[in-house]
């Protein structure tokens, strides 16, 4: 993820390359952004409810499935 794209409600998940190893994987989302244009933090959320901070090399967003009514009024949605 890059900086200008990390945006706060994004659902995210710490990628394989992550220092530490305990977090790779896991799964949250971005509740706050800090910094400038140069250095950015964020901080995400887990489902257990702990808050951790992250640099945006650190994550990558996980994509919202399609809803399910899409398949019965023609598929795939208009951007």
């Given at each position: ?41 964020v ?34 949605s208009?951007?």
């Open positions: 993820m890059r900086p200008e794209e990390a945006r706060i409600g994004t659902k995210v998940r710490v990628c394989e390359h992550h220092r530490i190893s305990e977090r790779r994987g896991m799964v949250g989302r971005i509740v706050s952004c800090y910094g400038g244009e140069e250095y950015v933090a901080d995400v959320r887990f489902p257990d409810r702990q808050y951790r901070l992250f640099w945006p090399k650190d994550l990558e967003e996980i994509p919202s499935p399609q809803p399910w009514w899409r398949s019965l009024v023609g598929g795939e208009r951007s």
